[in-house]
């Protein structure tokens, strides 16, 4: 064997394995790979701020890259060791699947193995998947692992690993890759139900395609510089202009072979052809830093992009300089940075950059990704007091939370205060989780001073979920100035009053932000009263919803029947405001009538007493 030496994760096979449900005898069976993966994809949703319960039964796709099998090759070669959880535990279909499984997802779930670019060629399905309507969202990315030698062995007979084990990317010292052991998840959704979701987005993929060397060369594992360009050409002289392209994460292993033919294909395509910009393309791999993360590889290197692109930074290529460089940059209009640069935003697209992803059997995947400049977030006013909430299942689960909490919050410098409360409140599962912790804070110094002296009697266990009960009220409890300072304090709530009165007047010229603003108080015209307290009752649920509070059951009396309808789904706002506007102007024509209220009284008696009236009520 070459090298005794690989990028290896810490904390390998550490697994919270009650976290999903999983017991001990079935965990012990799994491979590390699948571990990993429902660790990452659960990560992946908490930094989405998307709760898994919300998710649970919808059409989310999962697809997955892995083609290392080290865990199945241990367990075959312990036949007294096998039990019933093997074949599951090894599978490879299964490292999606169960990540399918776990989270209740129903979209299509495949694990995909096109070797090296097999996380890129993820993306690529999970994109088409949506396009196509397969499922509305994919969970996408890649995994690797190294367990056992044999792998190792292979290759460094094939003398492709280097023997110190480090990839050096477009360097003359480059004698091979080394290896790296890694899980980068992505999520992919339609950018309109992202920005409808108020959800962070890292970034928008722009086009993506696979191709295949065929026998355009051989061995089967030499790359092909013929089908690289065939790749690009595909995306660059179709859907995207070279000149937008500011960056190329380049596959750049740092063999002798790869490297010159990589660089050769971007040059011809994409570094010779930007007309309209004259600067280098500029070029660099991920492997340098983390290794050759094999069926992660092409994950890692689009979750790079995304980072240099969030914090406008360009990071260097380790282990090159110009001197030892293994190609002519200057002739193939690239350059390699050597230190960290500034990113700046070029043209209406912004920060834009490619990724290559190649598999050693010549599949070929390449994507392009652009900054998304994502406009100010809706938040509620700034109140004096926050509450901040954690969950979990368990009381040691809960104490590790609070201390990372308070961690993470000493490391970061731009923590805002208010959005750290909303996103613990209303982007973060709880509902399956018995052990709470609320915290009334009015600063981040006061909630790292509540985190800090927080102690195990304070956690609160939960014995049963509460349900949650919305009633809506009928008439005769408007009152002037109704929800006034809501209007000028909740962004969302003055925005769904605006919408229901945009709908509204285009049956009557009513205005109810004018109406609440000037502090309106004859409510015994039903056809100004009914839109009013309507409109109200929604609002207040938009803006609860917004809060993270959801009713399990919602009940409506009278006017108030109207709301509940549209709120549980049964009615679209615009039915819903056309039910109101007739319903008020009809009510508005009836002269007179009484109304008897009977409480207390079993339904036979009073259906009893009303024999003598059949007929005239």
Partial sequence: MRTKRASLIEGFNLFDYKLFGINETEANCMDPQHKLLLECTYKALENAGMPK????????????????RDFEAIMNNSANKISHYNGTGTA?????????????????????????????????YASQAIKQGDCEMAVCGGVSCIIEPRVN??????????????CKPFSKKANGYGRGEGCGILLLKPLAKALKDNDQIWGVLVHSAINQDG???TPITRPSQTQQEELLKWIYHRYVDPSQIQ???????????????????????????????????????VKGNVGHTE???????????????????????????????????????????????????RGEMGRMAGVNSFGFGGTNAHAVVRQYKQLARLNCAQKPLEIFVLSAASQKSIQMMIKDTSHQINQSDDTAFHSLAYTSACRRSHASYR?????????????????????????????????????????????????????????????????????????????????????????????????????????????????????????GHSVGEVAAAHCAGTLSLHDAVKVIYYRSVLQSTVTGGRMLAVSNLPVSNVSDRLVPYSGRL
């Fill in 53 to 68: 319960e919300d998710l649970s039964g919808s059409k989310t796709g999962v697809f997955i890259g892995l083609m290392n």
């Fill in 92 to 124: 490879m279909s299964i490292a999606a699947n169960r990540i399918s499984f776990t989270f209740n997802f129903t979209g299509p779930s495949l694990a995909i193995d096109t070797a090296c670019s097999s996380s890129l060629v993820a993306l690529h």
């Fill in 153 to 166: 062995v292979a290759l460094s007979k094939a003398k492709m690993i280097s023997p110190d084990g480090m």
């Fill in 215 to 217: 026998r355009s060369v």
């Fill in 247 to 285: 960056y190329m994460e380049a596959h750049g292993t740092g063999t002798p072979a790869g490297d010159p033919t990589e660089a050769g294909s971007i040059s011809h395509i994409v570094g010779q052809s930007r007309t309209s910009n004259p600067d280098p393309l500029i070029i660099g791999s």
């Fill in 295 to 345: 069926s992660a590889a092409g994950a890692a290197g689009l979750i790079k992009v995304l980072l240099m692109m969030h914090h406008g930074k360009i990071v260097p290529s380790l282990h090159y300089t110009e001197e030892d460089s293994s190609i002519n940059a200057k002739a193939l209009n690239l350059r390699i940075p050597t230190s960290v640069e500034n990113w700046e935003k």
């Fill in 435 to 555: 052990y709470r912790k609320a915290f009334v804070v009015s600063s981040l110094n006061h909630l790292q001073q509540q985190l800090k002296s927080a102690t195990v009697t304070d956690v609160a266990r939960i014995k049963t979920s509460p349900k949650i009960v919305f009633v809506f009220c009928g008439n005769g409890v408007a009152y002037r100035g109704m929800c006034k300072l809501l209007i000028h304090t909740e962004p969302v709530f003055r925005t769904q009053i605006e919408e229901i009165e945009k709908i509204l007047q285009l049956h009557t010229p009513i205005n109810l932000i004018d109406l609440i603003e000037n502090d309106y108080d004859d409510f015994t015209k039903p056809e100004i009263a009914q839109p009013l307290l309507f409109a109200v009752q929604v609002a207040m649920v938009s803006l609860l919803g917004f809060w993270g509070i959801q009713a399990n059951l919602m009940i």
